[in-house]
């Protein structure tokens, strides 16, 4: 069985570097490991609970329900004001409910991020560690993919060409295979 994987980007530009990444992440998946981009987050509207107690909006269950099909998610996140962008904490907090039984409650992910800016998305990636802990989505600690200066590293055609930020990346992937296995409901203790 392939290890399907859920890639999720926190940018709604065309151009996004984080987009990117996710592309580059396709290109590096590791042999049984399929990697599905997400491309709705744009139509999930801001969350309401008013909204919500009428029944979920269809963009929403879309991504609800891409992230239940998912073995696994992996994450693109763009740095905003040191934070989380309001387009993927928005939709996080659509997918975290109901609180405790959400689809987000025990899927493996995996984090990266890039900006064109100096500290490679290290306080938004941590932000949103903070928010799966509530959650309860098992995310995978290392390595770390904070790609600095992305500008630097991908091309005008939205291709990653850094090869030591490809390694990292295809470390994350391999991390996020085993980390999968670990989690697997049966599974041996590592
Ligand atoms: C509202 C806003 C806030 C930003 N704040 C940060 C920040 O705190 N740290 C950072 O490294 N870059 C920051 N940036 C720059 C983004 O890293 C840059 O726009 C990046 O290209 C966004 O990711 P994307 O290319 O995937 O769209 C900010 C950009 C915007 C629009």
Same mark, same amino acid.
């Given at each position: ?39 709705? !987050?744009? $139509?999930? #509207?801001? /969350?309401?609970?008013? *909204? ?5 909006? %269809?963009?929403?269950? =879309? ?10 998610? !992996?994450? $693109?996140? #763009?740095? /905003?004001?040191?934070? *989380? ?5 928005? %939709?996080?907090?659509? =997918? ?12 493996? $992910? ?13 306080? %938004? ?66």
């Amino acid at each position: 069985m392939p290890l399907r994987v859920l890639g999720i980007v926190g940018s709604l530009r065309a151009g996004s570097f984080n987009r990117a990444l996710l592309r580059a992440a396709v290109e590096l998946a590791p042999a049984g490991m399929e990697i599905t981009i997400f491309d709705g !987050l744009g $139509a999930v #509207p801001l /969350y309401d609970e008013d *909204v919500e107690v009428k029944g979920d909006p %269809a963009p929403v269950a =879309a991504f609800k329900n891409a992230i239940r099909d998912a073995g696994a998610l !992996l994450i $693109a996140t #763009p740095e /905003y004001n040191y934070g *989380v962008p309001g387009v993927l904490k928005n %939709a996080i907090d659509w =997918a975290s409910r109901p609180p405790g039984k959400s689809v987000l409650n025990g899927k493996p $992910a995996a984090i990266m991020g890039a900006t064109p800016g100096g500290t490679g998305t290290a306080r %938004a990636q941590l932000a949103l560690r903070q928010s799966f802990v509530f959650t309860d989505t098992p995310t995978v600690h290392r390595p770390e993919v904070l790609v600095a200066r992305a500008h630097e590293k991908i091309d005008a055609q939205g291709r990653l060409t850094d090869e030591p930020t490809r390694q990292s990346i295809r470390k994350l992937l391999e991390a996020l295979v085993q980390w999968e296995t670990r989690l697997r409901p049966g599974a041996a203790p590592a």
